[in-house]
């Protein structure tokens, strides 16, 4: 946890949950060798609910796993934790879109590496 992340309540801001759940995703699609998707997602929705606080020198760590793929979009689910401690949990939605940024189906063989599972 860097300084610049903690606001005047001495607790990370919220807005910074966001950032590490869309640096997961990237990293769990290129882990995937989906890096094309990576590139042309667009978030669409997030939902982010708290249990517990980070703070300035947590070490924060997501738990990445897809929880859902539609017809053109996919819901990643996100568990953050704050030095082993429960803190986050977040899910959210990002669309596949073509280069006018208008939703396009997910490959089937893409749809097949993101093995989503059950929640």
Known sequence: MRFAEVDAQDVVFNSHYLLYCDEACTAYLVERDLR????????????QVWSGP?????????????G?????????????????RACCVV???YV????????IPL?????A?????SR
């Open 36 to 47: 094309d998707v990576a590139l042309n997602i667009r978030l669409v929705a997030s939902q």
């Open 54 to 66: 980070a703070r300035w020198g947590d070490v924060i760590s997501v738990h990445t796993t897809c």
């Open 68 to 84: 859902h793929v539609g017809r053109t979009s996919v819901r990643m689910h996100f568990e953050i934790t704050a030095s082993g």
């Open 91 to 93: 899910e959210t939605t």
């Open 96 to 103: 596949l879109t073509d280069a006018a940024e208008k939703p």
């Open 107 to 111: 490959p089937d063989g893409v749809r």
């Open 113 to 117: 590496m993101l093995n989503p599972v």
